[in-house]
């Protein structure tokens, strides 16, 4: 992968302020020149960095009218891809493809757009729209005479991976025309043998596998293997290692099912030291024994397998689709070896998390509503002006209505004085059951989009933790209303973990949109490896920028190396931590974030914090209030903490959530509660 340098970015800002500088001083061909000079850079900074100053850049190109509303919302669509924003790049990437027009914009563009929608839904398993858009794209491409190997390729890529992922026939088919093109690209360049040719010709083999045409996925599994002896050892060393098992398993598999049951066991014995190498290869193991009825020896690898997990995360994040593949097949292996036990451990999981794992599979379309709240400001003054005219409207209906029943009451009173008073009623009771039917109907439409609201904030903040040897993390979040201010997050970078805890001022609406700007910030800076006091600044300055509301966040940003258990800290105005039963001592007390620009921070130090319990919170906890009013209190603090050493960051966790509901005694939550506790083993 191609890595830029500090220098090619700031090449890129530079035309991009001279071209703007050009443009502005009405010298259009020079600032066209430069534009035409730069763009290829420019697309080349977006993909291999996540700086935050690349969406200014576009956005200053587009302002100066020298890109396309289309090229700058592909390049946005571009940066939020590579910071992993799914939902937000799908947004960009799919309101282009539906807006260019390849004979006035270029074919190229056209079907780098297509392949980069198709080949970002495929990562996100959303099959059917990747093989849609990628299809459309071909056969218009192709009708036109404008399709290039390079773009068949790419495009097909998607849709042979996205017609295996669903089992379709056709998969085989597309996948041979993807390996003809490869082998094309190959030749073209001189060479042998390349990564991808050697992954489809496992992907061709596995594929016949799947159709049980064993023959022809022995003649395949024969040029995969021959591939793995041609590939640059020295350059290819890794992938080499982590695609071999897949050599002898599909030997045995092929010998299966040719019905050749003794050999295709006689290789497994000989190839067994070799897929036991991998996870992935010990999990083939496993279910080629269960496929065989050798219950026993299939549980025993399903227990090796599960002592590289943590205990707290002993089968990853349980969605159905992890039930389905990982925990169904120990369920069947411990029953069939009749290890009761076990059993009812495994099956009892099942049972705690399906409800949740059936629940997240039927709001899997929340995650992208969170494009409502990300794209912010335009979209809140959107969503105010749309309240204020429905308040409008109703307020409309209402005097209409008074005046109606007026009109009728002062009619009846000259027509039909005998029958005033049931008039007269008659109309009220009709006045207040409208009223009530749109009070009614406007109440359940304001609490639908604040559920809405709170599902998206909710999945802005992780809801799984880093699997790092040594590492116990866990957090939780609970707004006080529908929505709220705080937030927490975390970046691990290799051997460092970055994490923060914040809580805005105010609440509601307003904060949950400030929040979702702060976190964003956070995890964009973090992932450049700056130090916190680094990260303190820019986020300040970027909150601070027309902050005509005068809102700010307090926020603990730390910086852990979990090697040497060395810490970093930047303490922004929020409450002291709990480190090992004792209130953090900080020397420095920097305002919070987003109130001045330009102001300095100052970051602190701890050698080593292994073997140490860290909880980091927001004032909901120890300012919990219950109907006395009277605070948790710090006292209260670390008197549970000081009980909770022996517990796992999750039962801490727990454990303080219960004290502040009890101390609440039913009083509703006056402020958001946000907790975040962590301890590295050394």
Known sequence: MRHLSKIDIVAVIALTVLSVAFSSCGHKKQAVEMTEAKYDSLFDVVWYTRDTIILLTIDSLETAGELTENRADFLRGVAYDRSREIPLGDH?????????????????????????????RMTTSDNKGA???????????????????????????????????????????????????????????????????????????????????????????????KALTQLDSTTYDNLIHENAWHYPMNEILILKGQGKDSLADAVFRQSYDQLMELPEGMQ??????????????????????????????????????????????????????????????????????YENAFAEYKDKNAAELATIYQTQEKDAEIAQQQIKLSRQRLIGTLVAL????????????????????????????????????????????????????????????PSLFPEYEGLDMFAAMTPAKEVGGDLYGYVLQGDILYFCVGDVSGKGVPASLFMAQSARLFRTLASENMMPADIAVRMNNALAENNET????????????????????????????????????????????????????????????????????????????????????????????????????????????????????????????????LTVRG
């Not at 270029?106 to 297509?114: E, H, Q, T």
């Not at 890529?157 to 390996?179: D, F, H």
């Not at 009623?425 to 749109?438: T, V």
């Open 402 to 461: 008074v005046l109606l029943s007026a009109f009728f009451i002062i009619y009846s009173w000259y027509r039909r004085r005998a029958q005033k008073r049931l008039a007269t009623a008659h109309e009220q009771l009709k006045a207040a059951y409208d009223q009530l039917e749109e009070t009614t109907a406007a109440k359940e439409r304001i609490e639908s989009e604040l559920r809405i609201a709170r599902d998206i904030q909710m999945s802005m903040v």
């Open 550 to 677: 005068g809102m700010f966040v307090t926020m603990f940003i730390g910086q852990l190396n979990l090697k040497t258990g060395h810490l970093d800290y930047c303490n922004c105005g929020h409450n002291a931590p709990v480190l090992d039963g004792e209130f953090l001592k900080m020397q420095y007390e920097n305002q919070p974030l987003g109130l001045w620009e330009d102001d300095p921070f100052y970051g602190e130090s701890i050698d080593d914090i292994r073997n140490k319990q860290l909880l980091v919170y927001s004032d909901g906890l120890n300012e919990a209030e219950n109907p006395q009013q009277e605070f948790l209190g710090n006292a209260r603090l670390l008197e549970l903490m000081d009980s909770a050493k022996s517990l796992s960051s999750q039962q801490v966790i727990g454990m303080l959530m219960n004290a502040v509901e009890e101390h609440r005694a039913g009083a509703d939550p006056n402020d958001d509660l946000t907790l975040l506790c």
């Open 131 to 225: 093989i849609k858009v990628a299809a459309e794209a071909l056969e218009k491409a192709k009708a036109a005479g404008k399709l290039t190997d390079n773009y068949e390729l790419g495009l097909l890529w998607s849709i042979a991976g996205c017609q295996s992922a669903l089992q379709l026939p056709e998969a085989t088919q597309t996948s041979m025309r993807v390996y003809e093109l490869l082998e094309k690209q190959a030749k073209d360049r001189g060479v042998e043998m390349t990564p991808n040719l050697m992954v489809y010709r496992m992907v061709l083999c596995e594929s016949y596998i799947g159709q049980e045409n064993y023959d022809e996925a022995e003649v395949w599994n024969q040029r995969f293997g």
């Open 92 to 120: 960009y990437y799919n309101k282009v493809y539906q807006a260019v027009d390849p004979e006035k914009e270029g074919w190229d563009f056209y079907l780098r757009v297509a392949t980069r929608l198709s080949q970002l």
């Open 284 to 353: 083939e193991v496993a279910l080629y024994l269960l496929e065989n009825e050798r219950y026993a020896e299939a549980a025993d690898i399903f227990a090796l397998i599960d002592t590289t997990i943590p205990a707290d995360n002993k089968y990853g994040h349980l969605n159905l689709e992890n039930i389905e593949y990982s925990i169904i097949p120990r369920l069947k292996a411990n029953l069939g070896a009749g290890r009761t036990d076990t059993v009812v451990s495994i099956a009892r999981k099942i049972a705690d998390n």
